[in-house]
């Protein structure tokens, strides 16, 4: 199994915030059997180059001047707790996306854009009028999705909700083979490494893995933020 740095370019023309939201893709061996213990062996590599990244970036902040004097920064190695990756739970197609994506439509639910309701949601495309005003609370449920990590993770330089809305289903078609057919989604323990031990009781935390049917890709999903 091997990281497909190809599609980093695509992440970032895409606006994604890696501080918000990674996307860890990797290329399956050749003819390899894709159960759940491969999910489990992507979770591993994935928080692998996690670690490397931060052990990088802690070695890129000890360069400075501020650390040069001797108080430099110390990184400590993830623990991986093995107990926890025995078990993940499946997600269905339609909690991965949320109920803020129709797909059938390719429209994403976001706020609006004119001066008379900003920020007040509605489906992209519809006018912004009253009778088009969408109450989130008469959305199914508000479990986290990929959908709101997504939006969560935008580069908020990265346009307007035309631009929004194009690059969602263009990553799920680039990606995630714009969510047809068949697919295999786990949501795993994140209490498995250090990577997400965070001080803020009211952090995001979250560790999935995904795999559409007859491709050779696993892409591993992490969310890691305060608020």
């Known amino acids: 199994m091997q990281p497909i740095s190809e599609l980093a370019d695509l992440f970032q023309r895409l606006g994604i915030r890696s501080d918000e939201l990674e996307l860890i893709p990797l290329r399956l061996p050749a003819g390899a059997c894709v159960m759940l213990d491969a999910h489990r062996q992507a979770v591993r590599l994935a928080l692998q180059i996690l670690e490397q990244q931060c052990a990088d970036h802690v070695a890129a902040l000890n360069l400075l001047p501020r650390y040069a004097d001797g108080a430099a920064l110390q990184f400590q190695p993830f623990v991986l707790r093995e107990d926890l990756l025995a078990t993940a739970v499946t ?68 346009g307007g909700n035309a631009t929004i809305n194009a690059n969602y289903f263009s990553l799920l078609d680039q990606v995630f083979g714009g969510m047809q057919g068949e697919q295999d989604i786990y949501i795993w323990n994140p209490d498995c490494s250090c990577y997400f031990d965070l001080d803020d009781p009211h952090a995001e935390r979250h560790l999935w893995t995904f795999h559409h049917r007859g491709s050779d890709q696993i892409i591993v999903i992490v969310k890691a933020t305060t608020d």
């Open 91 to 158: 997600m269905s197609a339609r909690q991965f996306l949320g109920p803020g994506c129709d797909l059938e439509k390719r429209r994403l639910l976001l706020g609006g854009e004119s001066k008379n309701f900003p920020r007040v949601p509605f489906w992209f495309g519809d006018r912004e009028i009253p009778k088009n005003i969408i109450d989130p609370y008469s959305l199914p449920d508000d479990d986290p999705s990929f959908t709101s990590f997504y939006l969560d993770a935008l580069d908020k330089i990265s």
